[in-house]
Nanobody
């Protein structure tokens, strides 16, 4: 079992930045492909970014490309999402997820999920 805990969310102004962190605990004897998803109340959860277990491969959604950067520190069992040039439409609950298989954009491939952290961007 892997426990994921997100942090770093909060309120930011449009054009500002936030860095989210996702700390893994439990069965961290191996590194997992990890991803960030986000969800607005009443809408489906959407893919934001993903990173392979080694960090050598990353995937981004179109809204995240050029503004967000996913990275990881396996020694700390932590994944980060640096969010720059924030927009009001980035407002959502951001979830961290870990996969037992491959790095992918599909939420169904992720086994472990955090409880989420709220990001609110004001205009």
């Amino acid at each position: 079992q892997v426990l994921l805990v997100e942090s770093g969310g909060g309120l930011a102004q449009a054009g500002g930045s936030l860095r989210l962190s996702c700390a893994a605990s439990g069965r961290t004897d191996r590194s997992y492909p990890m991803a960030w998803f986000r969800q607005v109340l009443g809408e489906e959860r959407k893919f934001v970014a993903a990173i392979s277990w080694s960090g050598s491969s990353t995937l981004y959604s179109d809204p995240a490309k050029g503004r967000f950067t996913i990275s990881r520190d396996n020694a700390k069992s932590t994944v980060y999402l640096q969010m720059n040039s924030l927009k009001p439409e980035d407002t959502a609950v951001y979830y961290c997820a870990a996969s037992n298989t491959i790095v992918t954009i599909y939420s169904s491939e992720y086994t472990y999920w955090g409880r989420g952290t709220q990001v609110t961007v004001s205009s």
